[in-house]
């Protein structure tokens, strides 16, 4: 068996952490971060309102007005540290579950919902956001995200990409072509595994047997672990990494050690396939309590800034469920739109055959 | 005029389409110093640089994917896949990706990506290397599929394939690569628009429809039909989708009769959908129904069995005896 495939509590070997479960910074010899106190606050925000926007969804599918919903519930740190690190110019292609990320590159939350509730497939203009759409095929998105690097390149542009996936889509072979790419073009490309322990039922033991970070040595460039529940330590490897793409030295693969606390989907029930005390052991790391504790025991905020936040968050929900209940539903003849950029005959027939039909019963 | 083979036809349509626009790049296989395997991209890494002919490693979806990212980057990438057989790996990219893209960015998204696929049979290959993929291809909505038959088809379709927006599955007729034409490099005004087909042979008692290595079949089956005292209309489809519609039931209209070849299995082939289209729009100018002479319900046989599995003249002619006989 692997050495460390527990999803337990105890840490595994090698991992980057600047701030413990217990709100404690700690060093580490190759990476450190300097956060003034309203940097940290920010952060904190960040994580409290992505967790509000992803708790709202999941009531709202619960409600039956989104289809399905993919909760980010225990990866806020992963997405918020490894989102805040990127500039403006910087490319970002995501999952379906990178809602934090979406919120650190601006994307109105309730653009996110679209997918869920029916109303279109992605309903963003990624160059608006320097964010992709949603990616469903599991791993597709890395081989867009190295040939987005690779005109980067070309362009002779300082900027970097970051692919993200989850521990699941290592086992892809897209994934592994877009390592091999990567790293033979030298993309200026950063890889962030979100490694949440499961892929919907299956262990991390059935996609590998060694860490997953290791495996980039075989494709030639460097991989590293970070406590995914530690903003501090995202942040700080991230950064590292983008600066690295950017400056020419090629692609870096980031595994954010983390925990999925939630079900895959609002569809799948975890209760069939892993322990209750698994999930127990990770509520003591969650990312939003240590940064909470840190921030309290040096007296970097006051209950009035984390009432502040509370109320910020509430009203984002609200905020969120009426603008999700108020999304027009598209037409039926929108099916037809965008398919193709240039004329297309045969849409624009049948285009023209089904509204006629349509018409048809109106006149009734 | 410039005498070219249809491979150094395709080489010249991408050099100047490279030359008009420096986002265009080249990538694929030995698409660099060898020029390809069929040679088409020839010498053009030599004169645009690695950069932009881009040697990839082996593996298609990570072709076809790195393409769509380079074309979210605003680059107008072509690839090519080395033989049909081969694009199979990327069907995934193909299909979920490169066609859905756009729609998903409810048109946001633009990807101007060229899949150059050499196909068909008839030289005695092995396994993976004489197939028709075309119909997985058509089934696809978001992509546009053309196929070019003779080499000023394919200097005109190549440079209009990567001026178009939308992602073009480019079939190449690997057996006619070495054939050559007279082509007029200077003017534009000959060129027919992607899209549209060509009635190639004009004739008035059937109507044979055809694309990519089957024309030359075709026209030479009319050519001896002629001596049997039959005349035969020729159509080079060479857009299968979008299908210029117009053109084929205009033709079938006056002819009455349609024979549709393609070297693919007629199973669920591409005949298939044009025969239900001409029965459903020319239904009273119909002598006989539309019939479908293609490749058996077998996988590609070994080369020495490809005469027989392939349409030859004989066996287009044999179709269009069926169609007399009703």
């Given at each position: ?364 | 005029?410039?005498?070219l083979s249809l491979s150094k036809a395709l080489n010249e349509g991408m050099r100047k389409a490279m030359e008009d626009d420096p986002k265009v790049l080249i990538m694929g296989e030995d698409v660099g110093k060898l020029g390809g395997v069929f040679r088409v991209t020839d010498g053009l890494q030599k004169d645009f640089g690695e950069d932009r002919v881009i040697d990839t490693p082996l593996?298609e979806?990570?072709i076809i994917?790195t393409a769509?990212?380079l074309?979210?980057?605003?680059y107008r990438p072509v690839c090519e896949i080395q033989f049909d057989?081969f694009v ?25 990506v060229v899949v150059r696929i050499p196909c ?28 070019c038959?003779?080499p000023?088809?394919a200097y005109?379709m190549i440079q209009?394939a990567i ?5 073009v599955?480019f079939f190449e007729p690997k057996?006619?690569y070495w ?148």
């Open positions: 068996m692997t050495a460390d495939a527990s999803r337990g509590a105890a840490a595994p070997p090698e991992l980057v952490q600047l701030l413990t479960p217990e709100g404690e910074r700690v060093e580490h010899p190759d990476y450190d971060i300097d956060l003034k106190p309203e940097e940290v606050r920010s952060l904190y925000r960040d994580l409290v309102l992505v967790r509000r926007i992803d708790l709202e969804a999941v009531a709202l599918q619960r409600q039956g007005e989104l289809g399905i919903w993919a909760s980010l519930l225990g990866q806020e740190a992963a997405q918020i540290g490894s989102g805040r690190a990127l500039t403006d110019a910087d490319m970002a292609f995501p999952t379906y579950r990178e809602h934090g990320v979406a919120w650190c590159r601006d994307v109105d939350p309730v653009k996110l919902l679209g997918l869920f509730r029916g109303v279109n497939h992605g309903g963003w203009d990624p160059k608006e956001h320097n964010f992709h759409l949603y990616t469903i095929v599991i791993g597709s998105q890395t081989l867009h995200a190295v040939g987005y690097a690779m005109g980067v390149q070309r362009d002779d542009a300082p900027s970097a990409t970051i692919a993200y996936f989850g521990d699941g889509a290592t086992s892809q072979g897209d994934v592994n072509e877009s390592f091999i790419w990567a790293s033979v073009f030298n993309a200026p490309i950063v890889f962030f595994c979100q490694n949440n322990q499961w892929a919907i039922s299956e262990p991390l033991e059935k996609q590998t047997r060694i860490p997953l970070y290791r495996r980039a040595s075989g494709f030639g460039f460097p991989g590293i672990r970070v406590d995914g529940n530690d903003v501090f330590a995202c942040l700080a490897v991230t950064r590292q990494a983008l600066k690295n793409a950017r400056e020419g030295q090629g692609p870096t693969l980031i595994e954010a050690y983390t925990y999925r606390m939630g079900a895959h989907t609002t569809t799948d029930d975890p209760t069939r396939y892993r322990v209750a005390s698994e999930l127990e052991a990770w509520k003591l790391k969650d990312p939003i309590e240590r940064v909470k504790s840190y921030l309290f025991k040096n007296e970097l905020a006051d209950q009035a800034f984390f009432d502040s936040v509370e109320a910020e968050a509430d009203q984002l929900g609200a905020d969120l469920r009426r603008r999700c209940l108020a999304m027009p539903d598209p037409g039926p003849l929108d099916i037809f739109d965008h398919v193709y950029a240039e004329p297309h005959p045969l849409i624009d027939e049948e285009r023209a055959q089904f509204a006629a039909y349509l018409e048809g019963f109106e006149q009734r | 005029m410039t005498i593996a979806s990570g994917g769509i990212g074309a979210l980057r605003g057989g199979f790996p990327a069907a995934d990219q193909i299909i979920t990706q490169l066609a859905k893209m756009p729609m998903r960015s409810l048109g946001a998204i633009k990807l101007p068909g049979g008839g030289i005695g290959a092995v396994e993976h290397h004489s197939e028709s993929p075309e119909a997985y291809f058509t089934h696809t909505a978001g992509l546009r599929v053309v196929a038959s003779n000023a088809d005109t209009q001026r178009c927006d939308d992602p599955i057996r006619r054939e050559k034409a007279d082509i007029d490099t200077a003017d534009t005004g000959w060129w027919t628009p992607l899209d549209k087909g060509k009635v190639v042979r004009p004739g008035t008692d059937a109507t044979l429809i055809a694309y990519g290595p089957m024309v030359k079949t075709c026209l030479e089956a009319a050519k001896a039909a002629e001596d049997d005292g039959r005349s035969l209309e020729v159509i080079d489809l060479r857009s299968l989708n979008p299908l210029d519609t117009p053109l084929v039931m205009d033709s079938v209209r006056r002819t009455g009769r349609a024979v549709v070849v393609h070297e693919a299995p007629v199973n669920s082939g591409f005949g298939a959908e044009l025969a239900a289209r001409i029965t459903e729009q020319c239904f009273y100018h119909l002598e006989a129904p539309v019939l479908r002479v293609g490749g058996f319900s077998t996988p590609y046989p070994p080369s020495k069995l490809e005469e027989h599995y392939l349409p030859d003249l004989d066996r287009v002619l044999d179709g269009v005896d069926r169609s007399f006989g009703f």
